[in-house]
C-alpha cells in the first residue's frame, strides 16, 4: 500500500522502506526508519538553507528553511525515545508504533517535497554546495554499524552512560551527530545525556562536504549550534568508526572556532571514545561494539565453529544436507580468478576445526572493524548418492547487511523475482544462495543462441532494469540537474595510472571524443533509483542458467544486486555498462533497443545509453581501484588490457 501524506508519494523505496520497518513493528525497525528520515530531512533543510542564500529570489515555497528546520526538531526527540526503547529491547515492539510510523512518513513526505522543489531550482543549477545537499539528501546510506563495521548500536547507551560516570556530574554534555551513522547513533547519547540529567540542549547532526577547499560543514547547521553552552560543556561528536579520522579532524576544528569557549571535544564510536591529539585521533576508551552472548553466522564463522554454523543455518531454513560432512570455504568470486590471486583460496573448514582465515570476519588490516562484507564463504555437504559417489551440495553465504536496511535489501530482491537463484534465504545479514552447478556468462552465452532466445534473454534484461526503477526510486531531479560523467573518469583514470606508474590506453583525447561532458542526472525521464552499478557491474554478474521446466530459453541471473552497496543512477547508465561489459554485436544492440522501448514505452533510454557508453569504463577502473591496492606484474597487464578492449568496443559505436 502506497504511503501518502500531506498530498506527497513517497518515492519507491523510501515508500517501501516504511513499509518494512512498519510489518516488523519492532523497536529497532521504528529507529532505523526515524533516524533514516532525520538524515534525509535534516540534508534537505542544508540544502534549501543554502539555496535560500544562493539564490533568494528562486526559492520554491515548498521549500522554506524555517518551515523545514520545525519539523527536525520533534523528529529527533523522536529518535531519542525510539533509542532509549530501543537499548532496553530491541527486538520488542514498538509503542504507540502506528502514530509513530505516521510522524515519521511525514517527515519523509515533507524532504520529498523539498527536495523535488530544490531539484528545479536554479540553486540546485548552479551552486556546488546546495546540489551536494541534494544528492545527499537523494541517496540510500547505509550505517557503517549495520553494513561493514558491524555493531549493535543498542549497546551505545551504556557506553555513554559509562563516559557520563567517568566525568563531573556537572559537566553538560552536546551531542552532535556526524551524517550518516551519527543520525543513527546520536540518539542513544542524547537518550543517557537526558537521564542524567546532563543534556546542554537538544542533539543535532551535521553534513561534512568535501570540495576543492577540503572539508567543511553547512554555514547554515552551524548557525543552529548554540554560540555560547553552558561552562564545562563537552561536545561529544557520534560517528561510525574513523578510519583516517581526517573528517573528525574537519568537523572538530569547525565546532572549536563556532562553540565560543568550549575546549572538551571527543569523538564516540560504537564501543570506542577517541581523543584528538593534535593530528592524531586516539582511542581512549574501548568496549565491546557487539553482544557476544547471540551467535550469528559471522561470529559463528570467525569461531571455526562450522558446526554450530550449520545448524544456525538450518534454523534460519536453508536446507543443508543432514548426515553430510560440511565444509566451509572462502567464495573466491571472478573478480579475484581474473586480477589476483587469494591467499585462503585453497584452505577450508570442516565441523570441530579449521583456519580463522576464511571466516567472513575482517582480518588483518583494522583489527577495530567487523566486516563480513569481505570475506563471503560457501558451505559445501559431501554426501552420497546410491551410486556411492559424491554428490557436494553448496550454499553461497554473502553478506548484505543487518538491520532494517538488510532486511528491506533481501524483501526487494524477492521482488526482483528470477534474477537470483531459487530457494534464497535471508538471515543475519547474509543472503544465502544456493549454488547452480551450471550458469554461463551471458557475454558467451549470447552469441550462440537462436534468435528468439536471444530476444527473450534481452527482453528479461530489458524488464529487469525497468523493475529495478520501479522499485528503487529515490526522486525525480528532472532533466536540468545534471552529473559530469567525463571529469570523474578523468580522476579515476589520473589515479589508476598514478598507481600502476605507465600509461594507459585511455587518455583525454579519448574521453572528450567518447564520454559526454555532462548528462541529466536522472537520464532522459528524470528518475534517479538505486543501482547495483558501482559494485556489480562486470560481466560475470549477468550468467544465464539452462532452461528448465518446459522453458524455451535459458534463465537470466544478476549477482551483485544488493543496492546498500550501490548508488544513485538512470537507466542509460544501467544500459550503457550493460553493453558494453556484454560486446554486444550490431543484432543484440538493435534487439535490446527494442527490448528497452517495449519495457519503458520508448528507446530514448537506449539512445542515451549508447551516448554514455564511455562512463562503463568509470565502474571499472573505480573497482580496480579499490580492490587492487597493488597494481603491478600480470596484475596491471590485465587491467590495461581490459581498458583497452573497452575503449576500442566504445569508439566502434561511435
Known amino acids: 500500500m502506497d504511503v501518502v501524506t500531506t498530498g506527497v508519494a513517497l518515492p519507491a523505496l523510501h515508500r517501501a522502506f516504511v513499509d518494512t520497518a512498519r510489518r516488523d513493528g519492532s523497536t529497532a525497525a521504528l529507529h532505523a526508519c526515524a533516524c533514516f528520515a532525520e538524515q534525509l530531512l535534516s540534508d534537505t533543510v542544508a540544502a534549501a538553507a543554502r539555496a535560500a542564500t544562493a539564490r533568494p529570489d528562486a526559492l520554491p515555497?515548498?521549500?522554506g528553511p524555517a518551515r523545514l528546520a520545525a519539523a527536525v526538531a520533534p523528529l529527533r526527540e523522536l529518535c531519542t525515545a525510539l533509542a532509549r526503547a530501543m537499548a532496553a529491547d530491541p527486538a520488542a515492539p514498538a509503542d504507540e508504533a502506528d502514530q509513530r510510523m505516521a510522524a515519521v512518513a511525514e517527515a519523509l513526505a515533507e524532504a520529498t517535497a523539498a527536495t523535488d522543489a530544490l531539484w528545479r531550482s536554479a540553486a540546485a543549477r548552479t551552486d556546488e554546495e546546495t546540489a551536494a545537499l541534494l544528492r545527499h539528501a537523494a541517496d540510500?546510506?547505509?550505517?557503517?554499524?549495520?553494513?561493514?563495521?558491524?555493531?549493535d548500536p543498542e549497546l551505545s547507551l551504556d557506553q555513554?552512560?559509562?563516559?557520563l560516570a567517568a566525568r563531573p556530574a556537572t559537566?553538560?554534555?552536546?551531542?552532535?551527530?556526524?551524517?550518516?551513522?551519527?543520525?543513527y547513533l546520536a540518539p542513544f547519547w542524547q537518550a543517557a545525556a537526558e537521564d542524567a540529567g546532563r543534556a546542554a540542549g537538544p542533539w543535532h547532526s551535521v553534513r561534512p562536504l568535501r570540495g576543492a577547499g577540503g572539508i567543511t560543514l553547512p554555514d547554515a547547521e552551524l548557525a543552529t549550534l548554540p554560540r555560547t553552552p553552558p561552562p564545562g560543556t563537552t561536545v561529544v561528536l557520534v560517528d561510525d568508526q574513523p578510519d583516517t579520522g581526517?573528517?573528525?579532524?574537519a568537523v572538530r576544528d569547525r565546532l572549536g572556532v563556532h562553540l565560543a569557549g568550549v575546549r572538551d571535544i571527543v569523538l564516540a564510536a560504537p564501543g570506542r571514545l577517541y581523543t584528538f591529539d593534535g593530528p592524531v585521533v586516539r582511542v581512549a576508551v574501548e568496549r565491546p561494539v557487539v553482544r557476544m552472548s547471540t551467535a550469528r553466522l559471522w561470529q559463528l564463522a570467525d569461531a571455526r565453529d562450522t558446526a554450530g554454523l550449520v545448524a544456525h543455518a538450518r534454523a534460519a531454513g536453508v536446507p543443508l544436507a543432514a548426515d553430510a560432512v560440511h565444509r566451509l570455504r572462502p567464495f573466491r568470486g571472478p573478480f579475484l580468478a581474473v586480477y589476483g590471486t587469494d591467499d585462503t583460496a585453497d584452505t577450508d573448514t570442516t565441523a570441530g576445526g579449521g583456519s580463522a582465515a576464511v571466516t567472513p570476519a575482517e582480518q588483518g588490516g583494522d583489527a577495530r572493524r567487523i566486516d563480513p562484507r569481505k570475506r563471503p564463504f560457501t558451505l559445501t555437504a559431501d554426501t552420497a548418492d546410491a551410486a556411492g559417489t559424491a554428490a557436494p551440495e553448496a550454499y553461497h553465504f554473502r553478506f548484505i547487511g543487518t538491520?532494517?536496511?538488510?532486511l528491506h535489501c533481501h524483501r526487494t530482491l524477492r521482488a526482483l523475482g528470477d534474477l537470483l537463484p531459487p530457494g534464497h534465504t535471508f538471515a543475519d545479514g547474509y543472503l544465502i544462495t544456493r549454488h547452480e552447478p551450471i550458469l554461463s556468462p551471458l557475454r558467451d552465452a549470447l552469441p550462440k543462441l537462436d534468435p528468439e532466445q536471444r530476444r527473450q534473454v534481452l527482453g528479461t534484461v530489458a524488464a529487469s532494469w525497468e523493475a529495478l526503477r520501479r522499485l528503487g526510486e529515490l526522486g525525480r531531479p528532472g532533466h536540468a540537474t545534471t552529473y559530469e560523467p567525463r571529469a570523474r573518469l578523468e580522476a579515476a583514470l589520473r589515479r589508476l595510472?598514478?598507481?600502476?606508474g605507465r600509461p594507459l590506453p585511455v587518455d583525454e583525447a579519448w574521453t572528450t571524443r567518447h564520454v559526454p561532458e555532462r548528462v541529466p542526472l536522472g537520464g532522459v525521464d528524470g528518475v534517479l533509483f538505486r543501482t547495483p552499478l558501482p559494485y556489480g557491474h562486470g560481466y560475470w554478474h549477468w550468467q544465464l542458467a539452462p532452461a528448465g521446466n518446459g522453458a524455451a530459453s535459458p534463465a537470466v541471473r544478476r549477482f551483485g544486486l544488493d543496492w546498500i552497496w550501490g548508488g544513485g543512477g538512470c537507466l542509460e547508465s544501467e544500459i550503457a555498462s550493460f553493453a558494453v561489459e556484454n560486446r554486444l554485436d550490431d543484432t543484440a544492440l538493435a534487439e535490446l533497443r527494442e527490448a528497452v522501448a517495449a519495457a519503458t514505452?520508448?528507446?530514448?533510454?537506449?539512445?542515451g545509453g549508447l551516448r554514455l557508453a564511455g562512463e562503463a569504463l568509470h565502474w571499472n577502473v573505480k573497482t580496480w581501484l579499490r580492490r587492487c591496492p597493488v597494481l603491478t606484474g600480470a596484475t596491471a597487464d590485465r587491467v590495461e588490457a581490459e581498458l583497452a578492449a573497452q575503449a576500442r568496443y566504445v569508439a566502434a559505436l561511435a
Do not use: I
Open 61 to 63: 515555497a515548498e521549500a
Open 497 to 500: 595510472r598514478h598507481r600502476m
Open 601 to 607: 514505452g520508448d528507446a530514448r533510454a537506449f539512445d
Open 140 to 151: 540510500w546510506k547505509t550505517p557503517e554499524c549495520y553494513g561493514y563495521d558491524l555493531a
Open 246 to 249: 581526517a573528517t573528525a579532524r
Open 160 to 163: 555513554a552512560a559509562g563516559l
Open 171 to 183: 559537566a553538560p554534555v552536546l551531542v552532535v551527530g556526524v551524517r550518516t551513522g551519527g543520525s
Open 403 to 406: 538491520g532494517m536496511h538488510g
